[in-house]
């Protein structure tokens, strides 16, 4: 899903979706202009898939603390998962 302008409106969209998604392995959102919220939602939501193993949120505008929460987030219930920042 990189470079879609996915913007923060739709890191909640997908946020609903990712959800019900326990499967997901890789997840690539680099440049989408999720900002702080949208990267938040994200994370959030994937707090129960434990079989995620990658996620890019480069290009996202959520600064070095952002990152920091989003990634403890989710490496709480996925912790061998690499996130890139």
């Not at 499967?23 to 959102?29: G, P, Q, V, Y």
């Not at 949208?38 to 603390?65: D, M, P, R, V, W």
């Not at 989710?74 to 690499?82: F, G, L, R, Y």
């Amino acid at each position: 899903l990189r470079g879609n302008a996915v913007g923060m409106k739709g890191a909640k969209a997908l946020a609903n979706s990712l959800k019900c998604n326990r499967s997901l392995k890789s997840l690539n959102l680099q440049e989408n202009s999720l900002g702080m919220d949208g990267a938040i939602f994200i994370a959030t939501a994937l707090k129960g898939n434990h079989q995620l193993a990658y996620i890019n949120l480069q290009g996202n505008g959520i600064g070095e603390s952002g990152a920091k929460v989003i990634s403890d987030a989710i490496k709480a219930s996925a912790p061998s998962c690499i996130v890139d920042i």
